[in-house]
C-alpha cells in the first residue's frame, strides 16, 4: 500500500473492504441495483472498486464518479442489510469526498437546494438568497436548471417567513415542565414546511417540555457533505456543535430524518476521520459531537417514550375513521433505527385506523439531488413505491422525512385524493380535532 | 482484451448499455461469494434467448470463453473468468413468461431472483420448494446450474426435482428446448436433468419451465438448545428415524451461535453447545402433532430449552438467526471459507466431532452449520487471506475435511458445487471412467470447449 493511497480513508474506514464476503445479500436492499440489475449499480460492486481504489492500483476516475453519484442514492439500505458489518456509506460518502476533490464539482450546481431556490427566488425575498449563499458558498444559483425526476410545479411553497420567526426562543408549556429540550428544526422545517414545526412545538408543549428553538440554527450540513464537500460541511458542524451539544438539556428534539440521522452519526465519524487524516479537528469538538450524538432523539421516538405526557385524545365509537399509512424514510430506519415509534403514534390515535402497507421500508427514490440528476432511475424508483403506497388505499400518509414528502407527493396520482404529512403533524391534528376538516377540505398540507 | 472488431459486433447485439468493458465494470464481474477473483474481458448483459444465441455464434467462432453468470453468489468460483473470455450476465432477463394456477407451472427467465419469484407465486397460493439462503439474491439459473437445495430440502428435495424443462443455448448458438409443461414426462431422454448441477459448461439455460406446490396451510417450527452437540445428532437421528418428514432440520454450533447473537442480538443463549431449528408444514393438526412428538423427542436427547413458534412473526424471529448465519461469520475475520460436505444422516456426529479435531489440528476457529436433516455440513473456517501462513494452514484442514467426508460414505459438495474449488478434490469422487464420460459429453455439446473452461475437469 503506498503511503498516498493510505492517506485517501481512515485506516478504520478502509478495514471496510477486507470484511465484505461478496456474499450479495446486500443487492436485494439496493433499491439502484433493483432497478438496473448492473454489478456497478450494486453496495457490492462499489466496494469491490473503493477495495481496489484504496490499495492503489485503480484511479478515482470520471467513470468512478458516474458510479459513486448517479448509482446510489446513500440510503443506507445496504448497511443495515450486511451482516458483516460493513459501513458501505462510510466507505461511499468518504470516496465522494475524494471525487468531488479531484474532480471538482461541477454537480453541485444542480442540486435539490438550488432548485428549490430558483422557485422561492422568484417568489420571494431576499433572504432565502442569502441563506442559500451561505449554505452553497456558490454562484451558480440561478443557474439554468435541470429538474429531472421532480416536477417543479409540485415543488410546495415557501414558508411566509421562516418558522423559527414565529416563535420566541424560548416555549413554556401551560403547566408543570416535565422536561427540557432544544429544537433543531433543520432548513426544511424553516423554509418550507412551518406546519411542521408549529405541530412539534404544540405537540410537545402539550405534554409538558419547554422547548427551546436556538437561534442563528441552520443546515445540519448532511446534503453538503453526502456531495462530498466535506469543507463546508464542517462549517455547518461546527455551528450545530456550539448551540446544541449542551449538557443541560433532556434531549435535542430533530424532526427531520435527514438531520437526525446527520447530529446522530455522520458528525462524530466525519470529524474523527479528518482528524485521523491529520485535518485540523480537535478531541474536544469530537467530544461535543458525542455528546450531542447522545442527546438526539426523533421527534417521534420522544412522543412515543413518552406516551403517557399527552392528554387523552377523545375516543369516537362508531365514528369513521381516518386511515393512514405510513412510509419509513431511510434516514430514519436506517440511519437511526426508528420504525416502532411512528407506528404506536399512529395506532394510538382514536380517529385513525392504520394500515401497514406492504414494502413501507423502500425508498422512495428521491435521495436529495439524486432525483434532480439522475431522474430516469431515480423515476423507476418511484414509481415502484408509489404503485405500493397507492395499494395501501389510505387517506393520509404519515412520514417522518421533508425529502421523501416532497417527492412521494410530487408523484401521487391527484385523483387519488391522498395527503402526505408527517407523523407529528397527524397527531397534532388528532389532539387540536382537526383532523376530519383537514380531511374533508382536501387541503394540501402546507 | 476483446477485439474492437468483436467488440463491435457485442455492442450491436446487446446494446450501448448491454456490453461493458470499462475496468470498473470488469473488476465488478470479477468476483462471485467464493475468494478467487479472476478478470473477464468484456461483461454483456443480454435482454433474451435470440441475443445469446448470436452472442454464442460470435465466441464459438473466436474461440472465446464464455461463462454464464446469474447473481454471482455461488461459493466455489463457478461464475469467474479464470480463462478470461466473456462473461454474459443474465440478471436482465428476469420475465415471468407464463404462470399457470390450474396447471401449477410457471415459465421463467433464467436471470429471475428466486424470491422474486417465491413473491409472486405466493400471492396465487402457490410456491416453487427450492429455497436456498441465498434465495433473496440467486436467480433461478444459478440455482439450476448449481442443482441448490436449501433448509426445506429434507422434505422437498433439490431443484433438480422442480424443473420440468428447460430452454437453453449451446456453445454453437443452438437453442433447444428440454423437457414440457406436463408432471409426466418420458418422452426422450432427460435431458433437462444434465443442465442441473452442470455449473454452466454443458449450455446457458435462458427459460426453466418450474413446478409449483400449493402453499401449505399451515407451519411451524421449534428452536431447541443442546448443552451437547452429540445429542444433538442424536436428536436429528432419531427424527428422521421416527417416521416424521420436518421440511427442515438445521443445526447450528457454538460457534456460530455466538457470532450470530453478537452480530444481530436476537437473544440465543451463548452457553449452549448446539441448536436445532425444526420446521413441520401441512394440516394444522397433524403439523401440532409432529410437534409435539418432535419436542418429546428434543427433550429425551438431552434439550435443555424448546421453543416454538406460535405464529408468523415469531416464525421469522426463529429463522432469522440461520439466515444470517454465514455472513456474520466473516464478521469475526475478514475470510471465511464455507464448505459443504454431505455425509449419511446416521455419521454427522462422527464428522461433526472429526471437523473439530481438525480445527484444533491446525489451530483454526471452525464453525459448523449443518443442513443436518441431509447430513449437508457446513464448516465455516474463518481467517484473513493476507495472513499467508494461517491461509495454508486453512487449506490443508479443507483437504482433511473433504477425506473425511468421503471416508464416512460422504461427498465433496452438497450443494455448492466444484467449480475451481473443489477442483483439486475431484479424483477423491471421479474415477478414470467418469472422467472420461464427462470430456466425451464436453467434446459433443461444446468441441471448443468455450463454455466456462476452467471449472470441474
Ligand atoms: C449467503 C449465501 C448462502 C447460500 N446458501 C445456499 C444454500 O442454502 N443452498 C445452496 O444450494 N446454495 C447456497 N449458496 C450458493 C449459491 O447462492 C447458489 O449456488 C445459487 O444457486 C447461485 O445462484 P446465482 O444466480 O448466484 O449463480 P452464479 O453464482 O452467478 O452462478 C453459479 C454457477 O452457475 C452458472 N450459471 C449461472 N447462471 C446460469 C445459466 N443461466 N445457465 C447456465 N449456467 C449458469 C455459472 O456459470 C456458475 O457456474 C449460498 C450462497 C451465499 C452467498
Ligand atoms: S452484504 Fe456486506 S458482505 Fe455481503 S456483499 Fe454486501 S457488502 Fe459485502
Ligand atoms: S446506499 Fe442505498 S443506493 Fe447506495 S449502494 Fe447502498 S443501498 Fe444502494
Known amino acids: 500500500m503506498t503511503k498516498q493511497q493510505k492517506e485517501l480513508l481512515s485506516e478504520r474506514t478502509n478495514e471496510h473492504v477486507y470484511h465484505c464476503a461478496k456474499c450479495g445479500l446486500c443487492l436485494d436492499a439496493c433499491p439502484v441495483y433493483k432497478e438496473l440489475l448492473v454489478e456497478s449499480a450494486s453496495p457490492r460492486g462499489k466496494v469491490q472498486l473503493a477495495k481496489h481504489i484504496i490499495e492503489g492500483d485503480l484511479e478515482i476516475s470520471k467513470k468512478m464518479e458516474d458510479i459513486l453519484f448517479s448509482q446510489c442514492l446513500l440510503c443506507g439500505s445496504c448497511v443495515i442489510a450486511c451482516p458483516s458489518g460493513v459501513k458501505q456509506n462510510e466507505l461511499f460518502s468518504g470516496l465522494r469526498w475524494r471525487t468531488a476533490q479531484r474532480h471538482g464539482m461541477p454537480l453541485a450546481k444542480k442540486l435539490f437546494f438550488q432548485v428549490l431556490s430558483r422557485r422561492w427566488l422568484m417568489s420571494t425575498s431576499s433572504w432565502f438568497g442569502k441563506w442559500v449563499r451561505k449554505i452553497f458558498s456558490g454562484p451558480a444559483i440561478e443557474s439554468r436548471i435541470e429538474v429531472g425526476n421532480l416536477p417543479v410545479s409540485a415543488i410546495p411553497p415557501l414558508n411566509d417567513k421562516p418558522f423559527n420567526a414565529a416563535y420566541p426562543e424560548i416555549v413554556m408549556p401551560e403547566d ?125 421516538e420522544y412522543v412515543a417514550a413518552h406516551m403517557d405526557w399527552l392528554a387523552a385524545m377523545p375516543s369516537r365509537d362508531g365514528a369513521r375513521k381516518i386511515r393512514v399509512a405510513y412510509h419509513d424514510p431511510c434516514h430514519l430506519m436506517k440511519g437511526q433505527g426508528v420504525t416502532m415509534q411512528p407506528r404506536t403514534i399512529l395506532k394510538s390515535i382514536p380517529s385513525v385506523e392504520y394500515v401497514e402497507m ?89 | 482484451m476483446v477485439e474492437e472488431k468483436i467488440a463491435k459486433e457485442l455492442r450491436a447485439i446487446a446494446g450501448g448499455d448491454g456490453y461493458l468493458d470499462s475496468r470498473e465494470d470488469l473488476l465488478n464481474y470479477s468476483y462471485d461469494s467464493s475468494v478467487d477473483e479472476a478478470m473477464p474481458d468484456a461483461v454483456v448483459l443480454p435482454n433474451s434467448t435470440e441475443q445469446i444465441s448470436k452472442i ?217 453447545a448446539a441448536m436445532l431449528l425444526v420446521m413441520v408444514d401441512g394440516i394444522e393438526s397433524e403439523c401440532r402433532n409432529q410437534v409435539r412428538l418432535i419436542e418429546q423427542i428434543c427433550k429425551e436427547e438431552g434439550a435443555s ?77 474463518v481467517t484473513d487471506k493476507r495472513d499467508k501462513e494461517e491461509w495454508e494452514r486453512a487449506e490443508k484442514a479443507i483437504g482433511d475435511i473433504f477425506k473425511l467426508a468421503v471416508d464416512l460414505g460422504g461427498t465433496l459438495s452438497g450443494e455448492h458445487g466444484v467449480g475451481i474449488s473443489k477442483k483439486p478434490f475431484m479424483n477423491l469422487i471421479y474415477g478414470e471412467a467418469e472422467f472420461r464420460v464427462l470430456k466425451d459429453l464436453k467434446k459433443v455439446l461444446d468441441p471448443n470447449g468455450i463454455l466456462n473452461p476452467g471449472k470441474i475437469m
Not at chain 1, 421523501?404 to 407527493?409: D, E, K, V
Open chain 1, 176 to 300: 408543570e415542565i416535565r422536561a427540557r429540550i432544544l429544537y433543531f428544526h433543520g432548513c426544511a422545517t424553516n423554509y418550507v414546511f412551518a406546519d411542521v414545526g408549529k405541530a412539534v412545538v404544540s405537540v410537545l408543549t402539550n405534554m409538558g417540555v419547554q422547548v427551546e428553538i436556538p437561534r442563528g440554527q441552520s443546515c445540519c450540513g448532511l446534503p453538503i457533505f453526502l456531495s462530498g464537500d466535506r469543507k463546508t460541511a464542517i462549517r455547518c458542524i461546527t455551528e450545530a456543535l456550539g448551540l446544541f451539544a449542551r449538557d443541560d438539556v433532556d434531549a435535542v428534539i430533530v424532526d427531520c430524518a435527514t438531520c437526525g440521522s446527520a447530529l446522530r452519526h455522520e458528525y462524530a465519524h466525519i470529524l474523527r476521520e479528518l482528524k485521523d487524516l491529520g485535518e485540523d479537528v480537535s478531541e474536544d469538538m469530537i467530544e461535543k459531537a458525542q455528546l450531542l450524538q447522545s442527546k438526539v432523539r426523533d421527534v417521534s
Open chain 2, 305 to 381: 430449552r424448546v421453543a416454538i413458534a406460535e405464529n408468523e412473526t415469531q416464525e421469522e424471529a426463529l429463522w432469522l438467526g440461520r439466515r444470517s448465519a454465514l455472513g456474520c461469520m466473516s464478521q469475526l475475520r475478514p475470510n471465511c471459507l464455507l464448505e459443504d460436505v454431505t455425509v449419511p444422516v446416521s455419521n454427522l456426529p462422527v464428522m461433526i466431532k472429526g471437523i473439530y479435531e481438525i480445527a484444533t489440528k491446525y489451530n483454526l476457529t471452525i464453525g459448523v452449520m449443518a443442513h443436518a436433516g441431509d447430513g449437508n455440513t457446513h464448516p465455516m473456517i
Open chain 2, 56 to 272: 454464442m455464434k460470435i465466441a464459438d467462432r473466436e474461440k472465446i470463453p464464455v461463462i454464464a453468470r446469474g447473481a454471482g453468489t455461488n461459493l466455489s468460483g463457478g461464475s469467474i473468468a479464470v480463462k478470461g473470455g466473456i462473461v454474459i450476465a443474465l440478471t436482465r432477463m428476469n420475465a415471468i413468461k407464463e404462470f399457470s394456477k390450474e396447471n401449477r407451472y410457471a415459465i421463467v427467465e433464467a436471470g429471475l431472483v428466486n424470491l422474486d419469484f417465491q413473491n409472486y407465486a405466493m400471492k396465487q397460493g402457490l410456491f416453487f420448494p427450492p429455497d436456498p439462503s441465498s434465495w433473496a439474491v440467486a436467480t433461478i439459473g444459478g440455482n439450476i446450474a448449481e442443482n441448490a437445495g436449501g433448509p426445506r430440502g429434507v422434505k422437498y428435495g433439490v431443484t433438480r426435482d422442480w424443473i420440468l424443462g428447460l430452454k437453453a443455448v449451446l456453445a454453437d448458438g443452438t437453442v433447444i428446448q428440454t423437457g414440457g409443461v406436463t408432471f409426466k414426462n418420458v418422452t426422450g431422454v432427460d435431458l433437462t436433468s444434465l443442465f442441473c448441477g452442470s455449473e454452466g459448461l454443458l449450455g446457458i439455460v435462458t427459460e426453466a419451465t418450474l413446478k409449483l406446490l400449493p402453499l401449505p396451510p399451515f407451519k411451524q417450527s421449534l428452536q431447541v438448545f443442546y448443552p451437547k452437540i452429540d445429542d444433538a445428532s442424536k436428536t436429528v437421528a432419531r427424527i428422521i428415524g421416527s417416521g416424521i418428514v420436518p421440511v427442515a432440520l438445521e443445526l447450528m454450533d457454538r460457534v456460530v451461535i455466538n457470532v450470530v447473537e453478537d452480530a444481530k442480538k436476537i437473544g440465543l443463549p451463548k452457553d449452549v
Open chain 1, 358 to 446: 406492504e414494502k413501507a421500508g423502500t425508498c422512495c427514490g428521491g435521495g436529495g439531488e439524486f432525483q434532480i440528476e439522475f431522474g430516469d432511475t431515480s423515476a423507476l424508483i418511484t414509481n415502484r413505491k408509489i404503485g405500493y403506497i397507492h395499494d395501501a388505499n389510505a387517506q393520509i400518509l404519515a412520514t417522518g422525512c421533508p425529502g421523501c414528502n416532497i417527492t412521494i407527493r410530487a408523484h401521487l396520482d391527484k385523483n387519488k385524493n391522498m395527503q402526505v404529512l408527517h407523523t407529528i403533524q397527524v397527531l397534532q391534528k388528532s389532539i387540536d380535532g382537526t383532523l376530519d376538516n383537514f380531511i374533508d377540505s382536501g387541503i394540501t398540507a402546507d
